[in-house]
């Protein structure tokens, strides 16, 4: 198992390397220069040319991205804001709290919705409950979120009344934000949990099981459930991961100070620093997620740890 | 060819046909997306107004006779704005999918079929591609080329790349070392006409299956990103921008946002309909 966790945390610097380079090249081939959106269109060639040797923009390209990944990883420094010239990592720092929040709150929803929807589907399959299911799934998969957000607004904000359609201190507040973001992956777990419970019962083990003369509900729960459970892990925390970087849009339309909302308003206003910082954070979160799934993954399936010992 | 594996053949598109016919969210999915496809065509001939005729005395009406699904703050016409729209959001939809497919697709092929360094390189540059979620990598990109349609279906495409990579990647290893692939070799056929002529046209159900979902998918981002505006530029029309324009009438003129979501949406659905009824219809293990 020491094996695997380590095999697993060693695999990812490679490509956290490989993002940063894609990250530091998308800064590098951006229009605009950089020394000027830091000291303004104004200033005079002398203090421009100060700006580039100090920060080392006149060195070639790779000793540049050599000096961006060295800062990044001692310091967790990845540049600053043209706009507030604050460091990024705390502007991000700062953000990531709402983002999280966010995050988690879609992510309960859509386990708590998608999983046992996707096992009753998957148990009465070809019923009216089970054709209903799917094919709200799929309307949940091909709704975009911004739009679903807005709706929502409009109904429960607006013509109701009953629910607020920004901020992000209360309980109240995150309501409609986090269904709105937990829609598309309701709709995944769901399709996904169906799929594999499906695929399990069909097992020799499922009807060996029944043939013993057990009960329907302890096939369901003991055998089949377990089994079936193991992709649907994989699933949630890619899920995660992108509920953390397809925050962006939920968090512009109900106003929440996030990292998406953050990124997008730096977008709007040219300033890239941020953005990539941005890019920068959400992979890695979306890569420690991931770590941490598939260790998870190993926990639960000893077939996988079996492969490490 | 004799005549034989001719009428195997038939027999098998027959047999597909058929059981894509019976899946009525199939059906559903094909005939919208038809109609789609014909409404971008024949725009100008379908749209009741220009995209960008403006009649500003009519500006922000609900649906109505003369506006069937109402006016923008232009007093533009919603209907002829999405009929229009519907040329760029397909155009982005495959344009994306195709260069996605395109590269995604041969450096798979190159990787599966040669193996071992080269595969191992090319597989581990997809991994990092991976390591952004897609719609973020996406953003990143556009927001470093800048707004415009060609710079969306570059970010949106390249964004899906390493998808395309995994798929053909693992197709062509399933095929790789089957005696069809062998028999080519004895007769002398090059590693390219061997990728081009025979592995990848014997796996070709997953890719075209992948290739409905993500066209889907590649729309839904575009808007997204065009939300965001990191789209196609006004005044020309496209589904996501006119929703991000809406937003800010969201009180006045719901309707502004009303009907290019539901365009969307529909849109969406039914190639999500008609990508899973072909993933059944392909699927040798449901077949009966």
């Excluded at chain 1, 046992?116 to 589907?121: K, T, Y």
């Excluded at chain 2, 581990?124 to 719609?135: E, F, K, N, W």
């Excluded at chain 2, 707004?147 to 969306?152: E, F, R």
Aim: net charge positive; with cysteine.
């Amino acid at each position: 198992m020491v094996k695997y966790v380590l095999k697993r945390i060693l695999y990812l610097i490679p490509v956290l390397a490989g993002v940063a380079l894609i990250v530091f090249t998308l800064l590098y081939i951006t229009p605009g220069d950089p020394a000027k959106m830091m000291l303004g269109e104004r200033a005079g060639e002398e203090a421009l040319r100060q700006f580039r040797q100090e920060n080392g923009l006149d060195r070639p390209f790779f000793i540049q991205f050599g000096n961006f990944l060295l800062k990044a990883v001692t310091r967790g420094d990845v540049g600053k804001s043209y706009i507030t010239k604050r460091p990024v990592t705390e502007e991000i720092m700062e953000a990531f709290p709402q983002t999280l929040k966010l995050a988690g709150y879609s992510m309960l929803i859509a386990l708590c919705v998608g999983i046992p929807f996707g096992i009753i589907s998957a148990i009465k399959q070809y019923s009216m409950f089970d054709t209903t299911v799917i094919i709200l799934a799929m309307i949940g998969i091909s709704m975009p979120a911004f739009w679903l957000g807005l709706l929502l607004i409009l109904l429960f904000s607006v013509n109701l009344g009953w629910l607020p359609s920004s901020g992000f201190e209360s309980f109240r507040a995150m309501i409609l934000p986090s269904v709105t973001l937990s829609t598309g992956s309701i709709a995944m777990l769901t399709r996904m949990t169906r799929s594999c419970m499906l695929e399990v019962v069909r097992q020799d083990y499922i009807r060996t099981a029944r043939t013993k003369g057990q009960k329907e509900r302890v096939v369901i729960v003991k055998h089949a459930l377990g089994n079936a459970l193991i992709p649907v892990i994989t699933v949630s925390g890619l899920q995660f991961g992108y509920l953390l970087g397809g925050a962006m849009l939920t968090e512009t339309i109900f106003s929440i100070p996030g990292v998406g909302r953050l990124m997008v308003n730096a977008i709007m206003m040219r300033d890239f620093p941020v953005v990539q910082g941005g890019v920068l954070f959400v992979a890695l979160a979306f890569s420690v997620v991931n770590l941490l799934v598939d260790l998870l993954y190993g926990y639960v399936d000893p077939r996988i740890r079996a492969d490490y010992k | 060819m004799s005549p034989e594996t001719v009428e195997a053949s038939r027999g098998m598109m027959g047999e597909f046909a058929h059981r894509l016919r019976k899946n009525p969210l199939a059906v559903f999915g094909f005939v919208v997306l038809s109609i789609l496809v014909l409404v971008a065509a024949f725009a100008p001939l379908i749209a009741p107004y220009g995209y960008s005729d403006q009649f500003l005395e009519h500006a922000f009406e609900p649906p109505n006779a003369k506006f069937l699904l109402g006016t923008d703050e232009f007093g533009r016409d919603i209907l002829s704005r999405l009929i229009y729209g519907a040329r760029v959001s397909l155009q982005v939809g495959f344009v994306a999918v195709g260069l996605a497919l395109s590269v995604g697709g041969f450096l798979g092929a190159v990787a599966g079929y040669y193996g071992g360094f080269c595969d191992n390189a090319i597989m581990r540059c997809m991994d990092v591609l991976l390591g952004i979620p897609s719609t973020l990598l996406a953003i990143a990109i556009a927001a470093s080329l800048g707004p415009g349609l060609v710079n969306l279906m570059i970010s949106v495409g390249i964004a899906q790349i390493p998808f395309y990579a995994r798929i053909v990647r693992g197709a062509v290893l399933s095929v790789r070392g089957q005696e069809f692939v062998e028999a080519a070799r004895a007769m002398g056929s090059g590693d390219l006409r061997i990728i081009f002529r025979h592995i990848i046209p014997n796996s070709m159900a997953p890719i075209i299956v992948q290739t409905t979902l993500d066209v889907a998918y590649a729309i839904l981002s575009a808007a997204g990103l065009s939300f965001i505006g990191l789209g196609v530029q006004p005044p020309f029309p496209e589904w996501g921008s006119m929703l991000s324009g809406g937003r800010q009438y969201i009180f006045e003129a719901p309707h502004m946002t009303l009907f290019p979501g539901i365009t969307i949406m529909l849109t969406i659905l039914s190639l999500n309909f008609l990508g899973d009824g072909l993933r059944d219809a392909l699927d040798p293990k449901l077949r009966r």
